[in-house]
Nanobody, 116 residues
Framework: QVHLVESGGGTVQPGGSLRLSCAAS????????VTWYRQRPGEERELVAQ????????LYSDPVRGRFTVSRDNTKNMVWLQMVNLKPEDTAVYLC?????????WGQGTQVTVSS
């Protein structure tokens, strides 16, 4: 079982960039698919990006494709979400999830605010 902690959120102006980190502790992190979600107040959680267990494949939601990049380093138990050209509609709490067929873990989330 893994434990996840996100960091890197903050407030930026439109067009700015942030890099979110998801640090994992526990055994077997390289077996987990990791997904970044975001959630705005009063709305459902939305998938943003996903990376496979060994990092060979990624997928992105339409609103972020071309602006966000997900990556991981299993030797460091880390996953990152690089976000560029941020827009006000990207404002949300961003959470990472690690999942195998037997286990699902969530972090506590990090706030991203895009505002002028």
């Amino acid at each position: 079982q893994v434990h996840l902690v996100e960091s890197g959120g903050g407030t930026v102006q439109p067009g700015g960039s942030l890099r979110l980190s998801c640090a994992a502790s526990g055994l077997g992190f390289s077996d987990y698919t990791v997904t970044w979600y975001r959630q705005r107040p009063g709305e459902e959680r939305e998938l943003v990006a996903q990376i496979s267990a060994v990092g060979r494949s990624t997928l992105y939601s339409d609103p972020v494709r071309g602006r966000f990049t997900v990556s991981r380093d299993n030797t460091k138990n880390m996953v990152w979400l690089q976000m560029v050209n941020l827009k006000p509609e990207d404002t949300a709490v961003y959470l990472c999830q690690a999942r195998t067929g037997l286990d699902t873990a969530w972090g506590q989330g990090t706030q991203v605010t895009v505002s002028s």
